[in-house]
């Protein structure tokens, strides 16, 4: 090896330290003991931004707030659609959040990284409507009477600023430095895919005013799909996701389908650049791999969330669990329902 290789062999490692950590703003969600991020101090204590991030924390003040809901949404979000898989999103106390199991460029990365960029560009944009922000309100640009003759509120969701918020808050992290790296390249493309998961599902919502219900007045304004919805589309292009490697196109790098016989991805699609393991094990020099032993798993189902595949292959107890029940409601006049209670027993699977 010589000089060069050492060196940049020295360069790569710094590269991987700084990207491991590239999701950490996701601590925010942890900060209980900070109580509201009110002040430009705040920002120097808060753990898991880089200092870049700081300066928008301290430039920014009434939004982080914000941001730390949008935290806490995407971890939700990620556990919620992870619940049946066997790596289920779980977080650690401590940092990296995820544990070290998102810091290779796997799928459960790029799904890690979408929903964080989509969450605060949510957050943001929530609050902007609501009117906690001086910086922002509503998006007002949306006003007089539609084609189609009901009016517009002037109060739509402003997504452009919740938007350009996440791609300076979020992407800042991988501006830096290792900017044309494929990981850098990988990580760009997927936050941007997340924020697309809610620009390409606005809707219009409508509220009718009128003598008893009827719609004589019809007042509309655009609005963001709840953010339910925003988890069900980029967990379904978890599903889809392509794994790309870095060419050189001209003279820019970027990221193309290692499969050269599959169609190239879009903007909305995830890319990731190696394949994940297989989660089954714990592994102690690993954070965050707990593997799957006392998993519950389905028995009749063929998919991930069933016990062959959740518990891969090394079966499964079966435990009589008593559960209480709601039962024979009855409808009271007026107006309460009335439940007994009744014992019922299930039998639940876990891996061994
Ligand atoms: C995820 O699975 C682990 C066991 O592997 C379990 O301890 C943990 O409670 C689960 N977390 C969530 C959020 O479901
Ligand atoms: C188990 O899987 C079957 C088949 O996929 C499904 O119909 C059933 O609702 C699942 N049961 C539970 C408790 O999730």
Same mark, same amino acid.
């Given at each position: 090896m010589n000089a060069e290789h050492v060196l940049r062999c020295l360069l790569m490692l710094c590269f991987a330290l700084f990207s491991a950590n590239a999701?950490?703003?996701?601590?925010?969600?942890?900060?209980? &003991?900070?109580?509201?991020?009110?002040?430009?101090e705040t920002c120097e204590r808060l753990?898991?931004?880089i200092q870049r991030q700081v300066q928008i924390c301290k430039r920014s003040i009434e939004v982080m707030d914000a941001v730390r809901r949008g935290a806490q949404l995407a971890i939700d979000e990620c556990q919620f659609q992870f619940r049946?898989?066997?790596?289920?999103?779980s977080t650690l106390e401590s940092m990296p959040v995820f544990g070290k199991?998102?810091?290779?460029?796997?799928r459960e990365a790029a799904f890690v990284y979408a929903i964080s960029a989509a969450s605060v560009a949510f957050a943001v944009t929530r609050a902007c409507s609501s009117g906690e922000l001086e910086k922002c309100g509503c998006?007002?640009?949306?006003?007089?009477?539609s084609p189609e003759g009901f009016q517009w509120?002037?109060? &739509?969701?402003?997504i452009a600023y919740g938007v350009a918020f996440s791609q300076s808050f979020v992407d800042v992290r991988e501006r830096?430095?290792?900017?044309?790296?494929s990981r850098a390249l990988m990580n760009l493309h997927n936050n941007e895919a997340g924020r697309k998961a809610i620009l390409s599902h606005m809707r219009v919502e409508c509220k009718c005013h009128g003598? &008893?219900? &009827?719609?004589?007045v019809k007042t509309c304004w655009r609005a963001m799909p709840p953010f339910r919805k925003v988890g069900n589309v980029i967990k379904e292009k978890f599903d889809g996701a392509t794994e790309v490697e870095q060419r050189k196109v001209g003279t820019a790098k970027a990221l193309v389908p290692r499969n050269s016989q599959f169609k190239p991805h879009t903007d909305e699609d995830l890319v990731y650049l190696e394949p994940s393991p297989d989660f089954c094990d714990r592994d102690?020099?690993?954070?965050?791999?707990?593997?799957?032993?006392?998993r519950q798993c389905n028995r009749?189902?063929?998919?991930?969330?069933g016990c062959e595949l959740m518990c891969c292959g090394r079966g499964f107890q079966t435990e009589e669990v008593q559960l209480v029940d709601r039962c024979s409601c009855k409808f009271h006049w007026c107006c309460y329902v009335k439940c007994k209670q009744c014992p019922k027993t299930v039998e639940m699977h876990t891996c061994r």
């Amino acid at each position: 090896m010589n000089a060069e290789h050492v060196l940049r062999c020295l360069l790569m490692l710094c590269f991987a330290l700084f990207s491991a950590n590239a999701s950490n703003w996701l601590y925010l969600a942890k900060l209980t &003991s900070v109580g509201s991020i009110a002040n430009e101090e705040t920002c120097e204590r808060l753990r898991g931004l880089i200092q870049r991030q700081v300066q928008i924390c301290k430039r920014s003040i009434e939004v982080m707030d914000a941001v730390r809901r949008g935290a806490q949404l995407a971890i939700d979000e990620c556990q919620f659609q992870f619940r049946n898989r066997r790596w289920n999103c779980s977080t650690l106390e401590s940092m990296p959040v995820f544990g070290k199991v998102v810091t290779q460029g796997t799928r459960e990365a790029a799904f890690v990284y979408a929903i964080s960029a989509a969450s605060v560009a949510f957050a943001v944009t929530r609050a902007c409507s609501s009117g906690e922000l001086e910086k922002c309100g509503c998006d007002r640009t949306v006003h007089g009477v539609s084609p189609e003759g009901f009016q517009w509120s002037g109060c &739509s969701d402003n997504i452009a600023y919740g938007v350009a918020f996440s791609q300076s808050f979020v992407d800042v992290r991988e501006r830096g430095k290792g900017q044309s790296s494929s990981r850098a390249l990988m990580n760009l493309h997927n936050n941007e895919a997340g924020r697309k998961a809610i620009l390409s599902h606005m809707r219009v919502e409508c509220k009718c005013h009128g003598v &008893s219900g &009827s719609c004589e007045v019809k007042t509309c304004w655009r609005a963001m799909p709840p953010f339910r919805k925003v988890g069900n589309v980029i967990k379904e292009k978890f599903d889809g996701a392509t794994e790309v490697e870095q060419r050189k196109v001209g003279t820019a790098k970027a990221l193309v389908p290692r499969n050269s016989q599959f169609k190239p991805h879009t903007d909305e699609d995830l890319v990731y650049l190696e394949p994940s393991p297989d989660f089954c094990d714990r592994d102690p020099r690993t954070p965050g791999m707990l593997g799957t032993v006392g998993r519950q798993c389905n028995r009749t189902s063929k998919a991930i969330d069933g016990c062959e595949l959740m518990c891969c292959g090394r079966g499964f107890q079966t435990e009589e669990v008593q559960l209480v029940d709601r039962c024979s409601c009855k409808f009271h006049w007026c107006c309460y329902v009335k439940c007994k209670q009744c014992p019922k027993t299930v039998e639940m699977h876990t891996c061994r």
